[in-house]
Every structure is written in C-alpha cells, then in structure tokens.
T-cell receptor, first 112, second 114 residues
Framework: DAKTTQPTSMDCAEGRAANLPCNHS???????VYWYRQIHSQGPQYIIH???NNETNEMASLIITEDRKSSTLILPHATLRDTAVYYC?????????????FGTGTLLAVQP | DTAVSQTPKYLVTQMGNDKSIKCEQN?????MYWYKQDSKKFLKIMFS???????INETVPNRFSPKSPDKAHLNLHINSLELGDSAVYFC?????????????FGPGTRLLVL
C-alpha cells in the first residue's frame, strides 16, 4: 500500500502557483519523498525528490515539514501543459530493492 | 535522444497468444523495472533487475517472464495472454547514487487482449 495520501483533484489558474499537498505520516528516517507526474497516456515523469531539506529545481520546489510527515510540491507558474496527475511517493526499500509504490495521485487541472 | 524506450508502443492480440515487450535504456543505469498500469490507472511494480539479476518479483503470475540480456535491456515475455493482462506496461531504469535511485520511465506499451 502507498504510504502517502493526497487530495483527489485540484484546480489552479494559469500563471499562478500550484501547491500540491501530501501526507506521509509513517515515513521512516531514511526514506525519500519523490514526486512524479503523468500527463495523459504518457509515462510518469520525474519532478523532484528530497529527504529532509527543501529542494528546488527547474521544474518545481519541494517543501518538507520538519517532522517529515508531510510535504508540498510547488509549481511556481502553472501552465496549461502542467495539467496532469501528480504522484507523491515514499520510496521504500534500500539498495537494489528500492521500489516506488504509487497511490492514486492528485489530478491537477490548470484553468485558462 | 531517447533515454528509456519501449517497443512496441501498441500491441493488440488474441487471448492465449504469447507476446514480448522490449525495453532499452541508454542512461548507463544498472537497475531496470517493469510496472503495470491497469484500467483504473493504478501503477504497480512487477519486477526489477539489477545488473541482469532479478531483485524484485511482486507475486506476478509465472506467465510473465522478464529477461535481461544485458544491463541496458529488460524484456517482458507473456505466455498464454488473458483478458486481464490488458493494461499499459511501463519500463523504468535507475542508478544508485549514494542512496538516491531516481527512476526514469519509458513511454509505455499499451497491450489489449481480445
């Protein structure tokens, strides 16, 4: 079972920041939080990941709470092409046994 | 430059047939995976291979047999196809970087069993 819970869907206005929340209250100390998105009919696309610290890359920012029980993915300026299902995942397993357990994700609809 | 590629993109076949799906990655990664996404859009891991060695087998029926001829390839052979095998199959690969093993996915193979 997925170790994360996310809202089923969210709307965001084009050009505004999209803030996608995720709860992972049972996360262990050495487990990473990963975010992927899946645009209709395509393969999951890696966005960002983090362990304890906040992270930023060219796509998004990841804010992880101090107790690591929740995180927020921020798309700073959402565009119509950001409409997708966003998956928050706690990566389980170490070494070669690591695996991603996908939940149901959040369908982000960016509105013009 | 395709990082993770799969062939074919679409596969339509009859029940009872045997079919193969191929996956190749040019990222130099040492671990490859197969995931299945069913009609309800749930993505579940099936297998993982590390340096051609099977690591994860998530109680997949033995009609599914992955084969890794080398680190860059992981093929999935399915015997005696059933209606319930209809799904999108995604290949992925990753490289261990000090505990960070970001997985990169292929475009998927859409299998329809009639």
């Amino acid at each position: 079972d997925a170790k994360t819970t996310q809202p089923t869907s969210m709307d965001c206005a084009e050009g505004r920041a999209a803030n996608l929340p995720c709860n992972h209250s049972t996360i262990s100390g050495n487990e990473y939080v990963y975010w992927y998105r899946q645009i209709h009919s395509q393969g999951p696309q890696y966005i960002i990941h983090g362990l304890k610290n906040n992270e930023t890359n060219e796509m998004a920012s990841l804010i992880i709470t101090e107790d690591r029980k929740s995180s927020t993915l921020i798309l700073p300026h959402a565009t119509l092409r950001d409409t997708a299902v966003y998956y928050c995942i706690v990566r389980v397993g170490g070494g070669a046994t690591n695996k991603l357990i996908f939940g149901t994700g959040t369908l982000l609809a960016v509105q013009p | 430059d395709t990082a993770v590629s799969q062939t074919p993109k679409y596969l339509v076949t009859q029940m009872g047939n045997d079919k193969s799906i191929k996956c190749e990655q040019n990222l130099g990664h040492d671990t490859m995976y197969w995931y299945k996404q069913d009609s309800k859009k749930f993505l579940k891991i099936m297998f993982s291979y590390n340096n051609k060695e099977l690591i994860i087998n998530e109680t997949v029926p033995n009609r599914f047999s992955p084969k890794s001829p080398d680190k860059a390839h992981l093929n999935l052979h399915i015997n005696s196809l059933e209606l319930g095998d209809s799904a999108v199959y995604f290949c992925a690969s990753s490289q261990d970087l000090g505990g960070e093993k970001t997985q990169y996915f292929g475009p998927g193979t859409r299998l329809l069993v009639l």
